[in-house]
C-alpha cells in the first residue's frame, strides 16, 4: 500500500514511516494537515495514517477535506493519538475517520490495524468493481430495451389496431411486454385477431413474441385463413426460438359476410363468448400445445367455429389479468371480470364500439380497485371484440354495390372484344393434385397487390376470385349442394364432406385467368374461372337473380355478390366457365 | 425453493415446494443436471406435492428438462399434480406431450 503518514514531531514521523516500511508498505510524509491534503491531492495514497494536533491544520481538519475530496472512493483515515485528545478523535471519527491508535504507538498493533485496513480496501475495490460492471450491464440492458421497444412498436403497428370491431387493453408487468395484440383484415374484410403470450415477462418474453408479426400481417393481408398462418408462425416459432421457449396464442377470426367466427387457443385462457346482454354463451378453452414445442404438422391447427346469427362479444384475455394477485394474495379472477363486464351495461346495448370501450374501461377500473396499489406481476391484456353488429362502420362489400355507376364505363359495349387492348395477363392451372395442398387465392393475390391498378380494389378481388374459385371446386367438381349448408349443423357437414371429397379426388383441373386490359382510355380487369366439371343449368338458376339484390338464404348469396362488385358476370357454354368484367377505381371515382 | 431428491433404486424423484418459477431456474437446474449425470437413474420424477404456484417459466424449464432426460435415454414423469399446478398444466396442453400422473 501506498501510505501518508503526518506528523508534525520529526521523530515520530520517522518513525512510523521507517516502521510502514519495514512491513513492505510505501511511506509518503507530511507535517501538517495543510501538506497532508496537498500531497494526498498528488500522490493518491491508499491510507492515511495521521497525528491529531498539529499547527497550521489539524488532522480532523484535513480529514474532512480530503473525504470529501475522495467523494465515492473510500480513503481510510487512521488517526494516531496522545492522551487527553479523546474528545478531538471522537468529533473526527464522527466526522468520517475510519480508526484511531493509541501514542505511544504499539508495532504489533499498528501492522495488525494495517493489514485490517488492508483487507477491507480489497473488499471495497471489488465491491466498486462489482457496481461499475452492474451499472454498465444495466446501462446495455436499458438501450437494448429501448432498441426492441421501438422495433416492437414497428413490428406490432398499433395503426392496425384502431378498428371499431374490438378494443384492447395491454398492460406491461416491465418496461417491455410480454403480451402481444396484433390485428389484421383479410382482403375479404375478415378481422383477424391474434394474442400472444411469450414465457416470462419483460424482454426475452418481448423477444419471443416477435417472430409472429411477420406471418400474422403478411398472411393476413394475402387472405390467408387462420389455420394457414398458424402453420407458419409455429414453424417460425421453432425455428428462431431455443428449446424451452414457447408462445401462447389465441388466433380470432371474425367474418361479418360468411356470419362465422373462428377461434384456435393454445395455452391461452379460456376465451369468453358473450351474447349482447354479456351472459357467457360459449368457451373455448386451449386445447392445443403452445406455438414453438412440436412441429407444425403435428398440431392440430383447426379452429372451432361458430356461426352467429345474434350479435355478440368474444372476450380474450391473458393469465396476467385474471391472476393478478392484490396484497392478501387473492387473485382478480374470471368471476370478478364476467361481473365486471356485466355491470357495465345493465341495458342490453348493441355490441357498438362505444359499448366495447367502456367494457374495456371498466375492466382497467376493476383491477385496479382490486389491486388497490399493487403493481400486477404478469403482462395483462384484455381484448373485447364484436360479432353480428349491423350499425358498426365495418367496411361491408355490399356498400360497393352503386360504385359502378360512378364510373365512366357503364356496361360491356358491343365492340370492348374487338378494342380492348391487353396490357398483362396471369393464367394459373392446377390439378386435383395442387388442389389439395396449394391455396390458391392467397397465391394470386401476392400477385394482384403488386399490379398498381389493383392495389387498392384488393379487397374486392378476393371476394371475386374467392366466390368463383370454391364454385368451380366445391360444385363444379366435387358437387357439393349448396342447399346442405341450410340444415342444422349443416356447415359443418357441409365443410367436413368437402375435406373428405377432395382427399378423395382422381382428377380434375381448375383454370383461373386474370387479364389487365384498357379500353378507351378505361382499365378494365377481365377474370375468367373455368373447372372440367359438367357445369350447371346456369340459365335456369340465375335468372332470378339478374334482377338484382342479394339472395336471403345461404347459398345463391355469393354469386349475387360477385355480379354487385363487377359490371358483368358472364357464364359460358355449360355452366363450367365464367367470365367477370370489374372495373377498378379510376382515379376521380377514388376522390369520392 | 430448495427442490430436494430422493433415490429409490433407478427412480429418481425430485421433490419441489412452494413457488415454482424463474427464481428457481438456477437450484432446478443444478439438481437436473445431477440426476441426469448419474448412470443409476433411468426414470426421473419431478414431485408437485408442495407446489402452490407455477407459471410459465417452469413449463419453459421443463421443456428443457424433457429433452435432455430425452437424450440421456431415461424416462419422465410429472407426478402429484393437484390444483393450480393441474390447471396451468392443463392449459398448456402439456399432457400431449408428458407423462402426467
Not at chain 1, 36 to 43: F, K
Not at chain 1, 112 to 128: C, S
Not at chain 2, 2 to 22: A, M
Not at chain 2, 57 to 67: F, I, N, P, Q, V
Request: with cysteine; aromatic share 6%.
Amino acid at each position: 500500500m501506498k501510505i501518508l503518514v503526518v506528523d508534525d514531531t520529526e521523530a515520530i514521523l520517522l518513525l512510523i514511516s521507517r516502521f510502514v516500511e519495514a512491513l513492505g508498505h510505501q511511506a509518503i510524509l507530511a507535517r501538517n494537515g495543510q501538506e497532508a491534503i496537498e500531497v494526498w491531492r498528488q500522490t493518491r495514497p491508499d491510507l492515511v495514517l495521521m497525528d491529531v494536533m498539529m499547527p497550521i491544520m489539524s488532522g480532523p481538519e484535513a480529514a474532512v477535506v480530503i473525504k470529501a475530496e475522495a467523494g465515492a472512493t473510500w480513503v481510510p483515515i487512521v488517526f494516531v493519538t496522545g492522551v487527553g485528545e479523546e474528545n478531538a478523535l471522537a468529533d473526527a471519527i464522527e466526522r468520517g475517520a475510519d480508526d484511531y491508535i493509541n501514542k505511544p504507538v504499539n508495532f504489533r498493533v499498528l501492522e495488525a490495524k494495517l493489514k485490517a485496513v488492508g483487507r477491507t480496501l480489497e473488499l471495497n475495490r471489488q465491491v466498486r468493481e462489482q457496481s461499475k460492471t452492474l451499472a454498465d450491464y444495466y446501462e446495455r440492458a436499458e438501450e437494448e430495451k429501448r432498441v426492441v421497444r421501438h422495433l416492437m412498436d414497428q413490428m406490432v403497428n398499433s395503426e392496425r389496431l384502431a378498428d371499431p370491431q374490438f378494443q384492447y387493453w395491454l398492460s406491461a408487468a416491465e418496461s417491455l411486454s410480454g403480451d402481444l395484440i396484433a390485428a389484421a383484415r383479410t382482403p375479404g374484410q375478415a378481422l383477424h385477431i391474434l394474442l400472444a403470450d411469450g414465457i416470462g415477462h419483460g424482454l426475452t418474453a418481448a423477444l419471443n413474441v416477435l417472430p409472429l408479426t411477420q406471418p400474422f400481417y403478411s398472411m393476413t393481408e394475402k387472405g390467408y385463413s387462420i389455420t394457414d398462418i398458424l402453420f407458419e408462425m409455429n414453424a417460425k416459432v421453432r425455428q428462431v426460438l431455443p428449446i424451452g421457449r414457447f408462445v401462447c396464442v389465441s388466433l380470432i377470426s371474425i367474418d361479418e359476410v360468411g356470419g362465422t367466427v373462428e377461434i384456435w387457443n393454445a395455452g391461452m385462457p379460456p376465451i369468453q363468448i358473450l351474447d349482447r346482454n354479456k351472459q357467457v354463451v360459449r368457451v373455448c378453452s386451449s386445447s392445443n400445445l403452445p406455438l414453438g414445442i412440436v412441429p407444425s404438422h403435428s398440431l392440430d391447427l383447426s379452429p372451432e367455429r361458430i356461426y352467429f346469427k345474434e350479435p355478440g362479444f368474444i372476450v380474450a384475455y391473458s393469465d396476467g389479468l385474471v391472476e393478478a394477485r392484490n396484497a392478501s394474495g387473492a387473485e382478480f379472477g374470471l368471476p370478478a371480470l364476467l361481473q365486471t363486464l356485466i355491470a357495465a351495461d345493465e341495458t342490453g346495448l348493441p355490441p357498438t364500439t362505444a359499448e366495447q370501450t367502456r367494457m374495456v374501461t371498466q375492466t382497467k377500473i376493476a383491477l385496479a380497485d382490486f389491486l388497490a396499489g399493487e403493481q400486477h406481476h404478469d403482462d395483462v391484456s384484455l381484448v373485447i371484440a364484436s360479432f353480428g353488429q349491423d350499425n358498426m362502420e365495418v367496411a361491408l362489400p355490399a356498400d360497393t354495390v352503386p360504385r359502378a355507376a360512378e364510373l365512366a364505363l357503364q356496361e360491356i359495349p358491343a365492340d370492348f372484344n374487338l378494342l380492348a387492348e391487353c396490357n398483362w395477363r396471369y393464367s394459373l392451372a392446377i390439378s386435383a393434385e395442387e388442389l389439395r395442398y396449394l391455396n390458391t387465392i392467397p397465391f394470386m393475390m401476392s400477385f394482384v397487390k403488386e399490379i398498381k391498378a389493383l392495389s387498392e380494389v384488393q379487397s374486392d378481388i378476393f371476394l371475386i376470385l374467392t366466390e368463383l374459385f370454391v364454385n368451380a371446386v366445391d360444385h363444379g367438381l366435387l358437387l357439393l349442394e349448396s342447399s346442405m349448408k341450410t340444415q342444422p349443423d349443416g356447415m359443418e357437414q357441409y365443410l367436413s364432406q368437402r375435406a373428405e371429397r377432395l382427399a378423395a379426388l382422381p382428377e380434375g383441373r381448375i383454370e383461373i385467368d386474370l387479364l389487365g386490359l384498357r379500353y378507351k382510355e378505361q382499365q378494365v380487369l377481365k377474370i375468367r374461372v373455368k373447372d372440367s366439371g359438367n357445369g350447371f343449368d346456369w340459365a335456369n338458376s340465375y335468372a332470378k337473380l339478374a334482377t338484382g339484390g342479394l339472395p336471403s338464404g345461404t347459398h345463391g348469396r355469393g354469386i349475387a355478390l360477385v355480379r354487385a362488385l363487377s359490371l358483368k358476370v358472364q357464364f359460358i357454354g355449360l355452366g363450367n366457365e365464367v367470365e367477370v368484367y370489374y372495373l377498378p377505381k379510376s382515379p376521380a371515382a377514388t376522390q369520392h | 425453493m430448495t427442490p430436494t431428491v430422493q433415490i429409490e433404486g433407478n427412480v429418481g424423484r425430485v421433490i419441489l415446494s412452494g413457488q415454482f418459477d424463474f427464481s428457481a431456474h438456477r437450484e432446478f437446474r443444478q439438481v437436473c443436471e445431477s440426476i441426469i449425470a448419474n448412470p443409476d437413474i433411468k426414470e426421473v420424477l419431478v414431485d408437485f406435492q408442495n407446489v402452490n404456484y407455477l407459471d410459465s417459466s417452469a413449463l419453459g424449464m421443463l421443456l428443457l428438462l424433457k429433452e435432455k432426460i430425452a437424450a440421456a435415454s431415461k424416462t419422465l414423469a410429472l407426478v402429484n399434480c393437484r390444483d393450480t399446478v393441474k390447471q396451468v398444466l392443463e392449459i398448456a396442453c402439456f399432457g400431449k406431450i408428458f407423462t402426467i400422473r
